[in-house]
């Protein structure tokens, strides 16, 4: 990131990153964070570049007005904010594909992820339906309408959800509740 902040990627390299920017929103976070952070150093550089025009008043510090050490600070700097900010945030797959049944019994269970892909089974067959996710107490979380065909619903929710238990439940269009299904989102 620090590379391409400063423009020092060429050919492939710099193609395979834009292109991966591109689909990681996680990459493009941390790119929006370098690139403010060498705006904030530059502005700050300039700065001193400013008072570095003005007598000394402490001369043992003169050596980091050098600019290949103020450079190397700045960078060193830039890689440091990086590597706390991609340590700190949780790993989460981008899609979560699950196939839920409406048996009782145990639950399947997905990592949490920023999109579900669920296939419901045991559908009723084919039509329009109201889908509703709602986590253990009962509250909705997402809700949308989706097609039945004869092998089941497909339903694709852009929302990631936090850990815990959670029901699917598949609506007719008069309201009443044909199928429950559930899942559970591992930490």
């Known amino acids: 990131m620090e590379a391409y902040v400063l423009g020092q990627l060429r050919g492939s390299e ?39 025009e003005q007598p000394s008043q402490l001369p043992w510090l003169d050596w980091l007005r050098q600019p290949v050490v103020s450079t ?24 979560t594909t699950l196939t839920l049944t409406a048996n009782r019994g145990g639950m399947p269970i997905a990592a949490r992820s920023r999109e579900l892909d669920l296939n419901l089974k045991d559908s009723p067959g084919e039509g329009t339906f109201r889908i509703e996710i709602v986590n253990g107490a009962g509250q909705a979380v997402w809700s949308g309408l989706a097609q039945g065909t004869a092998s089941g ?35």
């Open 72 to 95: 190397a600070l700045a960078l060193a700097a830039v890689v440091a904010i990086v590597a706390i900010v991609s340590t700190s945030r949780p790993k989460m797959t981008p899609v």
């Open 153 to 187: 619903i497909q339903v694709k929710t852009q929302r990631e959800l936090q850990p815990g238990d959670y029901f699917v439940r598949l609506h007719a269009g008069s309201g009443e509740v044909l199928h429950e299904y559930g899942f559970r989102i591992k930490p």
């Open 14 to 52: 710099l193609a395979d990153l834009e292109e991966h920017l591109i689909v990681c929103s996680d990459c493009r976070d941390r790119l929006d964070e370098a690139e403010n952070f060498a705006a904030g150093m530059t502005e700050a550089l300039a700065a001193k570049k400013q008072v570095a």
